[in-house]
């Protein structure tokens, strides 16, 4: 059987591909699928993808659209998380910073340069009319990076998806200030070109076997609870994620990559836009 190398967040989002590969969906179709966690997030996997150590990535859609624009020979294949992710802004337990406004000239704990974190920052600057070009950051590479950083003060904000970070709330080691939800459908499916032009059927094939996944997976028996037990959160902060949250089995729209775009352009993170066949393949059907 052929290998497809699939890199993700190691968060609930991607649990669908994990049941499949556990429960060896891609398997009945000949499919050797195998999962790589990439806790730096989007950031991270630009450079798997990249450097041809992933095939495929589950990749935040403004992270991807960005480096392909700076050069990653790859394209989306198809949308995999259709809502907004909800971004929290959070703080260290014992900050004295109170409010969003109050952080304005201070330093952003980032997982790398053309991450979600470092993106999204600018999203949430431009909301509150700070000056982008002020913005400051601090490299911290992934969750754990960021709880360093903020308890030693050398950023004084992180923002991460809210219900990832939910059990430091919780456990009071980060302060959530607000949330910050992405004007766009969060999560994309990204292939190398070099894999589309190889594999393209078993690509395909790979799709399929999870779309079928993805539309079953809210109601499977005692999905919540599963989630809540594997990725340590509270089961009534995964219920309602839940709820906020839909799959997607349809490729991005250009609408949506020319959102993206423009917000991209506004905030000066690319010099042009380039024309949307420069960013989707479609799987001929």
Not at 124 to 135: K, Y
């Amino acid at each position: 059987m052929k290998t497809i190398k699939v890199g993700g967040v190691p968060e609930h989002f991607n649990l669908p591909w994990h049941l499949c590969i556990e429960e060896k969906l891609f398997e009945a179709r000949e499919l050797n699928v195998i999962w790589k966690d990439f806790p730096g997030g989007t950031g991270a996997m630009n450079q798997a993808l990249r450097s041809g150590e992933i095939d495929v990535a589950v990749i935040l859609t403004e992270g991807i659209l960005k480096d392909i624009i700076s050069g990653n020979e790859s394209k989306i294949i198809q949308t995999y998380i259709g809502s907004p992710l909800v971004w929290g802004i959070h703080v260290a337990a014992g900050s004295k910073y109170k409010s969003v406004e109050e952080l304005k000239n201070t330093k952003a704990a980032i997982s790398r340069k053309g991450s979600g974190s470092h993106l999204m920052a600018y999203v949430n600057a431009q909301r509150h009319q700070w000056d982008t070009d002020n913005l400051q950051f601090e490299i911290v590479k992934d969750l754990d990076g960021a709880v360093k950083a903020l308890s030693e003060d050398d950023a004084q904000y992180f923002m991460w998806e809210h219900f990832t970070t939910k059990p430091l709330v919780d456990k009071r080691v980060f302060r959530r200030l607000a949330d910050c939800p992405t004007p766009w459908p969060c999560f994309v499916i990204a292939a190398r070109n070099e894999t589309l032009k190889n594999e393209p059927e078993r690509i395909k094939k790979m799709l399929e076997v999870l779309n079928k996944e993805t539309k079953r997976f809210k109601d499977l028996p005692k999905i919540a609870e599963k989630l809540s037990e594997k990725y340590g959160q509270q089961l009534e902060d995964i219920q309602k994620w839940l709820e906020i949250t839909s799959w997607s089995q349809e490729q991005i729209t250009d609408d949506e990559i020319e959102k993206v775009q423009d917000k991209l352009l506004e905030l000066n993170l690319i010099s042009k836009k380039q024309p949307v066949s420069e960013f989707i393949h479609n799987l001929q059907p």
